[in-house]
């Protein structure tokens, strides 16, 4: 029981820390890390393998 409880718990936290980015290139929208998005990091597109950064 209690397992099952921190293991929804790590995933509620987990998908909280994603956003959606669209990329500039093919203008899919894909879950990217929140703290590469705050810190302007260079993210990859999983559709066309673009690098972008994302202009929020």
Request: glycine share 4%; proline share 5%.
């Given at each position: 029981?209690?397992?099952s409880?921190?293991?929804y718990?790590?995933?509620?936290?987990?998908?909280?820390?994603?956003?959606?980015?669209?990329?500039?290139?093919?203008?899919?929208?894909?879950?990217?890390?929140?703290?590469?998005?705050?810190?302007?990091?260079?993210?990859?597109?999983?559709?066309?393998?673009a690098?972008?950064?994302?202009?929020?």
């Amino acid at each position: 029981m209690a397992m099952s409880v921190i293991n929804y718990a790590m995933k509620l936290f987990s998908s909280a820390s994603t956003s959606a980015a669209a990329c500039p290139v093919c203008g899919l929208k894909s879950a990217q890390p929140l703290s590469k998005i705050r810190l302007n990091q260079t993210m990859l597109c999983p559709g066309c393998k673009a690098l972008f950064i994302s202009r929020r």
